[in-house]
C-alpha cells in the first residue's frame, strides 16, 4: 500500500478454473516472488462451479479434445488448445497431487472421485506460490490509468499493472458468476456477442404426455431443423424428465434451439430412437419381424430395442394398436410407426434457464483477443481467459479444458510479460 492507494502486479478477477490456473502459472513464471499476484472473487469461497461439476466428481477434461467439440472461431480455438493440450493438462494435474482416470466415456475424473480434490489442489498451490485470495471482493468498475489499472468494488480500490478478467458467464449465477465481467469489459470498449445458456435442459409442452417417461434414459439422436433444412444434430444419452429432456444428447443440442427460437426461426427438434438405423433398416426390421413371430404382439416387438414405456409412448404417438400382432399390422400403421420411431417431433417450449444451465454460448469474439497470449487487441495489459470469452464446448469436459488452457495462457504470457519488462527497466537503471 503506497500513500493509501494498494498496488500490485497483477490481479486476477475471478476464482473459477480459469482464475485459478491463471493465478498459478502467472505465478510459477516468478521463482524468487517480486511479484504481487492477487486473486479477486466476489463469492464466499471460490471455484463453486468446479465442487458442483460432474455430479461432484469434476470431470476436468477429455481424453481427446478437438475443435469439433467447441462452438466459435475453430481456426482460433484450435491454436489456443494446441498451447496446452490433454497430455500437459493431466500432467499439470499430477504436479499438483491430482491423479486422473480414464472412464469408457473418454472423460477424465479425479482418482479419489471428488471435485473437492481438485479445487484443494489448486487453491493450496495457489497458497504455496504465495497468490494472494480475496474472497468476498466483487469488482464493480474497472478504469484504465496511464500506468495498469484501477479496480473498485466491495473489497475498496486496487491498483495493477497487468488485469485478467476470468469472470466466467452468466450459467448458475449464484456462483458468482453473474454476467457483471461483461458489462465492465464492455466499458473498456470489448464487444459482447449475444449470449444465452447452453448445456441445459429443455421444456416440453405439457399436453404431449412425455411426464409418465420421467427418469427412463436411453441412446437418441437429436435433430434441430428450421425451414426442413437440419442446422444440427447430437448422438447420445437422452434422459425424459418430468418437464422435458435431458442428458448429454439434449443438453448438448440445447443451444441450437434456443438461439434459433431466439431469434423467431421456429426451430423443430426431432427424436430418432433409434440412432444407427435408416428409415428403410426399421422398416425392414418390422417387416422382419411380421415373417419371424407373426403372433408376438408389437409392442412386444418394438419393446426389444426400446424401454417398454418409451415404446408404448411413441406407438400411442403413431396411432398403432399396439396389442395387435405383428402379423396383422398394416402397411400403413407400419410406415407410422417407423415414421414415429426414427423422427418424432418433440414439442420444445423452451428451457430450464440460467440457473440450470451449465455454460454461456457468446462472449467476447475471440478476435477481440491474441490467441498467442490472451491479451486483448484493444488494451495492451488486459488478458481474457476461461468461459467470459465466446466459446463452449460440448458435454465431456471440454468446458473446464478451455478454463484450464485459456488460464494458463493468460497467466504465463502475463507474468512473462512483466518480468521482461522489469528486466529492461533494471537494465537501463544499471
Ligand atoms: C452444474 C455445472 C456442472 C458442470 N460440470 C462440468 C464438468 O463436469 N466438466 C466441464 O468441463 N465443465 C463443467 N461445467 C462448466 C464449467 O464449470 C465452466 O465452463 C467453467 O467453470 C468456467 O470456468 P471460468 O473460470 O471461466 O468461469 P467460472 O467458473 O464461472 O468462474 C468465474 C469466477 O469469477 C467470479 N466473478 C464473477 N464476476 C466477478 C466480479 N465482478 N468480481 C469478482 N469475482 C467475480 C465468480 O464468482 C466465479 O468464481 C459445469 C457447470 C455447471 C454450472
Given at each position: 500500500m503506497e500513500g493509501g492507494r494498494d498496488d500490485s502486479d497483477i490481479v486476477i478477477i475471478?476464482?473459477?478454473?480459469?482464475?485459478?490456473?491463471?493465478?498459478?502459472?502467472?505465478a510459477q513464471q516468478d521463482p524468487h516472488r517480486k511479484l504481487r499476484i492477487v486473486l479477486l472473487e466476489t463469492a464466499r469461497k471460490p471455484g463453486a462451479k468446479i465442487l458442483v461439476s460432474g455430479g461432484g466428481r469434476c470431470n476436468v477434461t477429455h481424453h481427446e479434445v478437438s475443435t469439433g467439440d467447441f462452438h466459435g472461431k475453430k481456426n482460433i480455438i484450435r491454436n489456443i488448445l494446441n498451447a496446452f493440450d490433454i497430455r500437459q493438462t493431466v500432467e499439470w494435474f499430477r504436479s499438483l497431487g491430482v491423479e486422473l482416470k480414464r472412464e469408457e466415456t473418454?472423460?477424465?475424473?479425479?482418482?479419489?472421485?471428488?471435485?473437492?480434490?481438485?479445487?484443494?489442489?489448486?487453491?493450496?498451490?495457489?497458497?504455496?506460490?504465495?497468490?494472494?485470495?480475496?474472497?468476498k471482493w466483487r469488482v464493480e468498475t474497472i478504469v484504465r490509468e496511464d500506468q495498469g489499472w484501477t479496480l473498485k468494488g466491495?473489497?475498496?480500490?486496487?491498483?495493477?499493472?497487468?488485469?485478467i478478467a476470468a469472470t466466467g458467464g452468466k450459467s448458475l449465477p449464484k456462483s458468482g458468476s453473474d454476467g457483471h465481467g461483461w458489462k465492465m469489459i464492455k466499458s473498456l470498449g470489448h464487444s459482447v456477442t449475444d449470449t444465452w445458456p447452453a448445456?441445459?435442459?429443455?421444456?416440453?409442452?405439457?399436453?404431449?404426455?412425455?411426464?409418465?417417461?420421467?427418469?427412463?434414459?436411453?441412446?437418441?439422436?437429436?435433430?434441430?431443423?428450421?425451414?426442413?433444412?437440419?442446422?444440427?444434430?447430437?448422438?447420445?444419452?437422452?434422459?425424459?424428465?418430468h418437464t422435458g429432456i435431458s442428458g448429454p444428447a439434449a443438453m448438448d443440442i440445447s443451444r441450437t434451439w434456443i438461439r434459433h427460437n431466439?431469434?423467431?426461426?421456429?426451430p423443430q427438434m426431432l427424436l430418432d430412437l433409434l440412432p444407427g438405423d435408416t428409415r428403410q433398416d426399421v422398416d425392414r426390421w418390422l417387416i422382419d419381424g411380421a415373417r419371424e413371430a407373426p403372433n408376438r404382439s408389437i409392442l412386444q416387438h418394438i419393446s426389444g430395442k426400446l424401454p417398454r414405456r418409451v415404446a408404448e409412448f411413441i406407438g400411442t404417438h403413431a396411432g398403432v394398436d399396439l396389442g395387435c400382432k405383428m402379423a396383422q399390422f398394416t402397411k400403413e400403421s407400419r410406415r407410422q410407426l417407423v415414421t414415429e420411431l426414427t423422427s418424432h417431433l418433440l414439442p420444445i417450449c423452451g428451457h430450464r434457464g440460467w440457473t440450470l444451465a451449465e455454460v454461456t454460448a457468446g462472449g467476447v469474439p475471440l478476435e477481440e483477443i491474441a490467441y498467442q497470449t490472451m491479451q486483448s487487441r484493444i488494451h495492451e495489459g488486459l488478458y481474457l481467459a476461461g468461459e467470459i470469452?465466446?466459446?463452449?464446448?460440448?458435454?465431456?469436459g471440454f468446458n473446464f479444458q478451455w478454463a484450464w488452457t485459456t488460464g494458463s495462457i493468460a497467466g504465463a504470457c502475463c507474468a512473462r510479460s512483466l518480468m521482461r519488462q522489469d528486466h529492461t527497466e533494471s537494465a537501463i537503471e544499471n
Open positions: 475471478g476464482a473459477g478454473a480459469a482464475g485459478l490456473a491463471a493465478a498459478i502459472f502467472a473418454g472423460k477424465l475424473f479425479p482418482v479419489s472421485n471428488k471435485a473437492r480434490t481438485v479445487i484443494d489442489a489448486l487453491l493450496q498451490r495457489c497458497q504455496d506460490l504465495g497468490v494472494e485470495l480475496l474472497q466491495s473489497g475498496g480500490e486496487l491498483h495493477c499493472q497487468r488485469l448445456l441445459v435442459g429443455l421444456l416440453i409442452q405439457e399436453d404431449h404426455g412425455h411426464q409418465s417417461l420421467s427418469g427412463i434414459s436411453h441412446p437418441a439422436r437429436l435433430s434441430v431443423s428450421v425451414d426442413d433444412k437440419t442446422i444440427e444434430t447430437t448422438d447420445g444419452e437422452m434422459l425424459w424428465t431466439d431469434l423467431e426461426h421456429e470469452l465466446d466459446c463452449e464446448g460440448r458435454i465431456g
